[in-house]
């Protein structure tokens, strides 16, 4: 670790722990955006926002009162538009007061995790991870124990995750649909993970939380519903953004939810936590508009059909050239493996045709690379032949 005595041991050490990912954004940032490239990097919009978005923005920007505009928690009747969003898709009634309103579920997972763990608290994730997971755990003084999930299947591996459960062990990130894999946790892993931990809870005398990061739970394809692992596992905290569902990342609302079935005396004390951590991790909760609009926005969504047939088109694309995928169940990504043994090499072939992807060794699956779907189709008329060229190029010695 490179010492800094101008910043503080954390920073110098979450700086070195993202360095490659770091130095990966500023090589792409100088040589992608702006610049008339096929980029498959980010789940980033490339192409205008969905008007009814604009238009719900634009209505709640006028004042209404002189408070329109004063600092604001979770907003009632944002509160109420979640609540009634979680009856009809979680299908239970969760309690309004069991909704904080955050600033995405990057607020929404770092408040969850300040709210529930100690210093030294173990906390599971499964790789490859989305990228932020290990720095917002070790932000806390917690210690992120990395459980890789099955090879084959992309599903979680139960076994290891058992054999990673310590005294020590607080919580456990479940994201599905999964950035990057794609791949929808069924139901019965959730059951069975969810046995897992209640009795291993019982055994250590502490409870192991299941934090669900639901930030693609509507990005689903081929007509999948989604289940929430809430509906394993009472202990759960659901974390929520709506920056997916409107491609809208830079404008940032979602949520964190408890729900019903935890018992009332441990929802009552995560309330308070989760304020507590609301305020101190820098007032965590969504602009005051954002909230005036939810109601408006809650069943406004990228259109998923044409999200499942640019899948389509690219996965069978990428099949025909040779590449080894899984076919995502939801979430924007491809995660094929690299089809050239000296991965740098395939990502600088891409770069000198002007196509960009996410190398998987910034999400800890080197030999993998990540393909985002929401590049627009120009971008993947581009790619296509590019990425079927350089399987048939002779790989550099
Ligand atoms: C799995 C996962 N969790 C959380 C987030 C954070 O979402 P937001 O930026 O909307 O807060 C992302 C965003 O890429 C994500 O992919």
Redesign the pocket.
């Known amino acids: 670790m490179r010492e800094n005595a101008s910043i503080s041991r954390l920073s110098a050490e979450l700086l070195d722990e993202h360095a490659d990912l770091l130095k990966f954004f500023d090589r792409y940032e100088r040589s992608a955006i702006g610049h008339a490239v096929a980029d498959f990097v ?2 980033n919009p490339h192409e205008m926002p969905l008007p009814k978005f604009v238009d719900a923005l634009r209505k709640w920007l006028e004042p209404r009162s002189k408070d329109h505009f004063a600092y604001k928690m979770s907003d009632p009747d944002a509160v109420r538009t979640v609540v009634a969003s979680l009856g009809d898709r979680v299908r239970m009634p969760f309690e309004p007061e069991d909704i904080a309103m955050t ?7 770092t408040i969850t995790l300040r709210a529930i763990c100690d210093p030294r608290d173990d906390v599971i994730y499964l790789s490859p991870p ?1 990228f ?1 997971y290990r720095g917002i755990i070790r932000s806390l003084g917690a210690t992120p124990v990395r459980v890789a999930v099955d090879p084959s299947t992309w599903d979680i591996d139960l076994a290891a995750v058992e054999r990673a459960i310590t005294p020590r062990t607080r919580a456990i990130l479940v ?1 599905s649909p ?2 990057p894999t794609g791949r929808l946790y069924p139901r019965a892993t959730l059951d069975r993970l969810a046995g897992l931990l209640e009795e291993r809870s019982r055994g250590n005398g502490r409870r192991i939380y299941l934090v669900s ?1 639901e ?2 739970s509507r990005i689903l394809f081929d007509g999948h519903r989604y289940e929430s692992p809430a509906l394993s596992y009472p202990h759960t905290l659901v ?1 929520y ?4 569902q409107l491609l809208t ?1 830079g404008e ?1 609302i ?1 949520y964190v939810a408890l729900p019903p079935t935890m018992p009332a005396g441990d929802r009552a004390a995560l309330r308070g936590a989760l304020l507590m951590a609301q305020l101190v991790t820098g007032w965590a909760w969504p602009n005051a508009v954002l909230q005036y609009a939810l109601g408006d926005l809650e069943n406004v969504s990228i259109d998923i059909p044409r999200l499942q047939r640019k899948r389509d088109r690219v996965v069978n694309a990428l099949k025909d050239a040779g590449y080894r995928l899984h076919v995502p169940e939801g ?1 924007f990504y491809l995660l094929p493996h690299v089809p050239w043994k000296d991965h740098d090499a395939f990502y600088d072939h891409l770069n000198a045709r002007g196509v960009f992807v996410l190398p998987g060794s910034t999400v800890e699956l080197p030999g993998t690379f990540r393909i985002s779907l929401t590049a627009n189709d120009a971008m993947i008329d581009k790619a296509l032949p590019v990425f079927a060229a350089a399987v048939r190029e002779p790989a550099p010695a």
């Not at 600033?103 to 997972?109: I, P, V, Y």
């Not at 953004?241 to 997916?244: D, E, L, N, R």
């Open positions: 980010a789940g600033n995405g579920a990057f607020s929404g997972l989305w932020f994201n999964n950035n990061d930030a693609y974390v953004t709506y920056g997916k990342p940032r979602g979430t």
